[in-house]
């Protein structure tokens, strides 16, 4: 396994979280927050979540926002950098 970048974009990273069925809400979230939900039955909004700051597609994640992302939505960081 590689060594996990430093900064990823939001683009990037939502596209990989879309292969472990995490869908992004709109509408929830204070301001320039995203809420991201890993729903636990297919077609709601209930299962493990987090929010993340977003001030656009184009938006640089710091790593340490991307493990806390990882952890509260149960994604085992092994598989999300492969």
Do not use: Q
């Amino acid at each position: 396994m590689t060594a996990p970048p430093g900064e990823m974009k939001y683009r990037e990273f939502l596209k990989r979280l879309k292969n472990f069925g995490v869908v992004e809400i709109s509408g929830r979230g204070k301001g320039s927050e995203k809420y991201l939900v890993r729903p636990s039955v297919p077609g709601t909004a209930k299962g493990p979540s987090c929010t993340v700051r977003c001030h656009g597609r184009g938006d640089s994640l710091k790593p340490g926002a991307i493990r806390a992302c990882l952890r509260r939505l149960r994604i085992e960081p092994k598989d999300f950098w492969k």
